[in-house]
Every structure is written in structure tokens, then in C-alpha cells.
């Protein structure tokens, strides 16, 4: 299917080193035929068995629905207005706070609960010092 030379379609060769067979092969369901880019056999990797090394190259496309794609509600911030210096300064502020008491409080071995108080400080800075959220689409 794919255009090689001899030397890279044959995957076994006979005891007596002169005759070449091409008896291994992808097998691949007719649905996915098309994300085949590339199959060849490579000669020089030792497998410890008299057969070569099959090698398929495929590419993966992944559809996500429009359903999919706005399960994920996600809160946005408006981060322009963190140009403004007022509201800069007490994003700032609020963050370091938050960042504070986070530090003295938490001695967490657990990560998932560390990521969501983090995460959690945020958005509350954000809120509290004028950030206005944008609404999900």
C-alpha cells in the first residue's frame, strides 16, 4: 500500500539469508483505513526473533461534539481591566492575603485539595477587587 523500497517490505528472511518474505502485516479496521500515514519494517532492531519489526505510523483526529465542548462551564475574568491600576493594586492585595492565611492553614499531603483551594483564592481575589466576569457563551 505504501510505496518502499524491497528492503523495507520484507519481515522475515529464510535461515539460509537470500530468500524474503513480507508475511507480517497491520491489520486495521476499514473505518480507520485513512489514519494509516505510513508501514515499514525495520531490519537493524534485534527483537531477538528472525522476524523484522513492523512499525505503523497513525494519526489520531478526536471529533468533539458542540455538547461536549459546553459541558465545561468554566468561570472567565475580564483580564483587561487588571490594566487599570486601581484594580491591579488591589488584586494584588487580595491575592496576597489569600496566599497568606493559605500558607499558615494548609499542610496538605493531598494535591487535589491544595490545586482547588488555590484555585478557589483566585477567583475570590478576582471577584473581590473588580474583575468582572465574562459569561460563558
Not at 528472511?13 to 519494517?41: A, C, E, M, Y
Not at 513492523?54 to 490594566?83: C, H, M, P, S, T
Request: charged share 35%; net charge negative.
Amino acid at each position: 500500500m505504501f510505496t518502499h523500497r524491497n528492503i523495507h517490505k520484507y519481515t522475515w528472511t529464510f535461515p539460509d539469508g537470500k530468500t524474503h518474505n513480507q508475511i507480517d502485516h497491520v491489520l486495521i479496521d476499514r473505518r480507520w483505513h485513512s489514519s494509516v500515514l505510513d508501514v515499514r519494517s525495520f531490519r537493524g532492531d534485534d527483537c531477538d526473533t528472525d522476524h523484522y519489526l513492523v512499525i505503523a505510523k497513525v494519526k489520531e483526529r478526536l471529533a468533539v461534539g458542540k455538547q461536549a465542548a459546553q459541558r465545561f462551564d468554566r468561570q472567565r475574568f475580564n483580564l483587561r481591566k487588571l490594566n487599570e491600576p486601581e484594580v491591579r493594586e488591589q488584586y494584588q492585595i487580595e491575592i496576597t492575603n489569600k496566599f497568606a492565611a493559605l500558607e499558615n492553614v494548609n499542610d496538605d499531603k493531598d494535591v487535589n485539595r491544595t490545586w482547588e483551594n488555590i484555585k478557589e483564592n483566585i477567583q475570590t481575589s478576582a471577584e473581590e477587587s473588580g474583575s468582572a466576569r465574562i459569561e460563558p457563551e
